[in-house]
T-cell receptor
Framework: GENVEQHPSTLSVQEGDSAVIKCTYS??????FPWYKQELGKRPQLIID?????GEKKDQRIAVTLNKTAKHFSLHITETQPEDSAVYFC???????????FGRGTSLIVHP | DSGVTQTPKHLITATGQRVTLRCSPR?????VYWYQQSLDQGLQFLIH???????AKGNILERFSAQQFPDLHSELNLSSLELGDSALYFC???????????????FGPGTRLTVL
């Protein structure tokens, strides 16, 4: 089955800096990669996703890149703000699956 | 608000007991998924139901069971509880069975289970 590795487990940055979270996956058939943000004590919420026919996708201060050859994808957050502090999960799904395999999460801390 | 509701919000019980967690999906969603999130752990998929039928099982213990009723709400039953079962339990719902992009999962607020 699919295996998703996520790094780092904790990321501490100063407000205004950029943050990058990286994930690798094992199943070359995976073709959909969502990212979820989970604020403390709250539910995971989808913040951005990318399909395998796209190399990069942006939405305001967040972007996701995908390298299918290397089987890794990354979340980039620019101009970080304290409200970006949360746990971020990456996930991967193959075309025939509707069950995402999640990474273990990255705790992002943005210091004012 | 995702439209997915879960009750209760918190549950405190003792080892050996049995509890039932309830989930109501978004209106129109036929799929319900259950996840366990322990401290410092990611989201562990437990089980998936679609329109009343079990469709996929993940790392679900034999002490745990679930069902989805005709009105599409779902219940997760946890029995012979152990200290290690303390966790956040999320349910999520989606429209159907289409893969990936066409099947975004919307998470409920979770039930925090504490086993003493």
């Amino acid at each position: 089955g699919e295996n998703v590795e996520q790094h780092p487990s904790t990321l501490s940055v100063q407000e205004g800096d950029s943050a990058v979270i990286k994930c690798t996956y094992s199943d070359s058939a995976s073709n959909y990669f969502p990212w979820y943000k989970q604020e403390l004590g709250k539910r995971p919420q989808l913040i951005i996703d990318i399909r395998s026919n796209v190399g990069e996708k942006k939405d305001q201060r967040i972007a996701v890149t995908l390298n299918k050859t290397a089987k890794h994808f990354s979340l980039h957050i620019t101009e970080t703000q304290p409200e970006d502090s949360a746990v971020y999960f990456c996930a991967a799904l193959s075309g025939g699956s509707y069950i995402p395999t999640f990474g273990r999460g990255t705790s992002l801390i943005v210091h004012p | 608000d995702s439209g997915v509701t879960q009750t209760p919000k918190h549950l405190i019980t003792a080892t050996g007991q049995r509890v039932t967690l309830r989930c109501s999906p978004r209106s129109g969603d036929l799929s319900v998924y259950w996840y366990q999130q322990s401290l410092d752990q990611g989201l562990q998929f437990l089980i998936h139901y679609y329109n009343g039928e079990e469709r996929a099982k993940g790392n679900i213990l034999e002490r745990f069971s679930a069902q989805q009723f005709p009105d599409l709400h779902s219940e997760l039953n946890l029995s012979s509880l152990e200290l290690g079962d303390s966790a956040l339990y999320f349910c999520a719902s989606s429209v159907g069975l289409a893969g990936g992009y066409y099947n975004e999962q919307f998470f409920g607020p979770g039930t925090r289970l504490t086993v003493l």
